[in-house]
């Protein structure tokens, strides 16, 4: 069952983008959400998230996701979720390969490193730097900078997570560039893609820990939901060999993930009402979700993935290394600007917070191979652990 086609969001009647276009040449049958989605897939940035961690350093590990395959992942999900209620595909694919295009090189550690050392110029968030690469830092068109995507693209990836009550410089000063209310819920398509985010990397990050023998299977299996699924794949397969059978644990799950939430979905958009995308918007409460009972186990999920991957006593040295790195770059850049390269150069070098955002977004940039060759070149030797 579909949802009320109102509530979908709908090219022909975006809100338009900030700048108009009209030298910008023939652009063919695509509609403005699919040309989104082709600019996005056609960035610089977008192409950097290959060597951009996932939970792993990007440079080890070919058969390890990085934020790139990450966010493939996500698309596809996303996109499935989206056909089956009738909403946007094209809108909902478009966030969900730019949601992560503003991360810093190694993931959440780069990100607490950069944010402390840009601290006293506002910090750095790496939703708000989503939307300064995508409105201002991206100039592949000869008459505006950025990618000049539509209101519903940039509504989404600022507001995918929910309303933001207290934003960063970053996202506020985009928020009021494009004229977005930070209080209110986005369209339908934001909110899925957000799930759509939560359901891959709640999986695949499964895969990539056992892989990497960090992850017990143990402590997975004494979650109700992991033991449910592994019990019913041992029943259908009891032959079935180990790496096999965590490959059916991650699809089954993501499959169980993505049933539930397309009822839970339907329920709460029949229990509100909701007809149009402005519903959507008023709503005072996220439409797309999993239901009680899967919420309670998924958020157990992450608690164990927390636990006993993510802050892992084998990855600490690689987080105390990342965010080391990105810090004594962020230190160097500050202490003498010059380094940076000219590009770089924008605004009042003599005013201290210019040049930390300036410093913030080329470090944003940076991949993780790139950021070592930095340190090592400006700096001295990089020690991150070889088997990670």
């Known amino acids: 069952m579909t949802l009320p086609s109102g509530i979908a969001a709908r090219p022909a009647e975006s809100r338009g983008r900030l700048h108009s276009e009209p030298d910008s040449g023939p652009r063919g049958p695509r509609d403005a959400f699919q040309r989104d989605r082709d600019r996005i897939v056609h960035s610089i940035a977008f192409r950097r998230l290959r060597h951009k961690t996932q939970v792993f350093v990007a440079p080890d590990g070919d058969h390890y996701r ?85 209101f519903e693209t940039l509504e989404g990836l600022a507001k995918h997570n929910g309303p933001v009550a ?21 369209s339908l398509e934001a909110q899925v893609a957000a799930i759509a985010d939560d359901i891959a990397y709640d999986n695949h990050d499964i895969d990539d820990g056992l892989r990497a023998g960090v992850l017990p299977l143990d402590a997975l299996l004494e979650l109700p939901l992991v033991a449910r699924h592994w019990d019913a794949i041992g029943k259908r397969w009891p032959d079935l060999s180990l790496d096999r059978k965590i490959k059916a644990l991650v699809r089954d799950q993501i499959g169980t993930m993505v049933g539930d939430l397309l009822a ?16 959507v918007r008023a709503a005072g409460r996220p439409l797309a979700g999993f239901s ?62 210019t040049v930390a955002r300036n410093v913030g977004d080329y470090l944003a940039g940076m991949t993780d191979p790139f950021a070592i060759s930095r340190h090592e070149a400006l700096i001295g030797p990089v020690e991150l652990p070889e088997k990670f």
């Open 66 to 150: 990085v934020r790139l395959t990450h966010s493939l992942e996500v698309a596809q999900i996303g996109r499935t979720i989206a056909r089956a209620l009738g909403l946007n595909e094209d809108l909902t694919e478009a966030l969900c390969l730019a949601h992560d295009l503003g991360h810093p090189p190694f993931g959440h550690a780069g990100e607490d490193a950069l944010d402390e050392a840009l601290g006293f110029a506002g910090g750095f968030d790496h939703n708000g730097h989503t939307l300064r690469l995508l409105c201002e830092l991206e100039t592949p068109y000869p008459d505006f900078d950025g990618l000049n995507l539509t």
């Open 166 to 186: 207290v934003p960063k410089w970053a996202l506020a000063e985009m928020a009021e560039q494009i004229g977005l209310d930070l209080a209110s819920h986005a």
């Open 264 to 279: 839970e979905t339907r329920r709460r958009v029949a229990e509100t009402g909701v007809e149009t995308l402005a519903d």
């Open 292 to 353: 009680d009972a899967l919420a309670t186990e998924e958020r157990a999920l992450k608690k164990c993935l927390y636990a006993n991957l993510y802050n892992a006593p084998a990855l600490q040295p690689v987080r105390v290394e990342a965010q080391r790195v990105v810090g004594n770059l962020a230190a160097a850049y500050l202490a003498d600007p010059r380094l940076l390269p000219d590009a770089w150069h924008r605004g009042d070098d003599a005013d201290p917070v």
